[in-house]
């Protein structure tokens, strides 16, 4: 069974090449972070858990779809994965964890608040937090798959209600990647122009993911065959982890309970 949506990139395919690296480079910023026992909240695939693994002392990975968890718990078989939905995390103890993880997942959540609360429950006194979102001053188009997309200081200010330790970062791109933003850009700016009843704004979330699917892949494939060389090139050293800044592609927060 695939589970691949646009929104949950490939590593197989040519066209997700450039999503698939900024969302895996996360994991190699987060690496110097990473101790003890670790959790991360919403493993998907399992895109990062090689690069977790090589600093941590116990790995639990909580995941909603269970032939994700089955599958990977084949695979690394010393570690612990749970199928469900959250928050809250259901069976977990308090101060559970010296490191969680947790990369575009937030967004996805529909009390963000509890969230939050949770994450510092399970975590250890001095146990930190590292979180990635999509910073929404860069989103191109409205996401169907997300409940909202922050700010950095809306961000902040989330975590500040349950954390006095945060520090805001980010994750950007060298010119390899500003170029394929750019492009994008201009490409989502061709297909908007072609929704004359405004659907973008009107169509409730579960009827928008059809056009949304189908017309993201159309456009990640274009770009794709445009620019082949491009797309395909694009690798995890192209991104950085800088300041936080309002042209950051995502925003990148550490927390330390």
Not at 9 to 36: C, M, Q, W
Not at 187 to 204: G, Q
Not at 226 to 234: A, D
Request: glycine share 4%; aromatic share 10%.
């Amino acid at each position: 069974m695939s589970i691949y949506t646009t929104e949950i990139t490939s590593d197989k395919l040519i066209s997700d090449n450039p999503l698939h690296n900024r969302l895996l480079s996360a994991y190699v910023f987060a690496e110097k972070f990473i101790s003890g026992d670790v959790i991360e909240l919403g493993c998907g695939e399992g895109r990062g858990i090689d690069i977790i693994l090589k600093q941590s002392k116990s790995f639990t990975a909580i995941d909603k779809i269970s032939e994700v968890t089955d599958k990977l718990s084949k695979k690394y078989s010393d570690e612990t994965f749970i199928s469900s939905s959250f928050p809250p995390f259901k069976n977990i103890n308090d101060n559970s964890f010296d490191t969680l993880i947790s990369f575009q997942v937030i967004e996805h959540i529909y009390n963000d608040k509890l969230f939050i609360e949770e994450i510092y429950r399970i975590l250890r006194p001095g146990g930190k937090a590292l979180i990635s979102t999509p910073n929404i001053k860069m989103t191109l188009t409205r996401n169907p798959w997300h409940i909202r997309e922050y700010t950095s200081k809306q961000l902040e200010d989330l975590a500040s209600k349950n954390f006095n330790k945060i520090i805001m970062k980010g994750i950007s791109g060298n010119n390899k990647v500003k170029k394929y933003y750019d492009d994008n850009k201009k490409s989502v700016e061709k297909f908007k122009r072609l929704d004359f009843l405004n659907l973008e704004k009107h169509l409730p979330n579960f009827l928008y993911k059809i056009p949304y699917e189908f017309l993201n892949r159309i456009n990640r494939n274009k770009l794709s065959e445009k620019n082949k060389s491009l797309v395909s090139s694009i690798s995890t050293n192209d991104y950085l982890l800088k300041n936080d800044h309002p042209e950051n592609l995502d925003l990148f927060l550490i927390l330390e309970k």
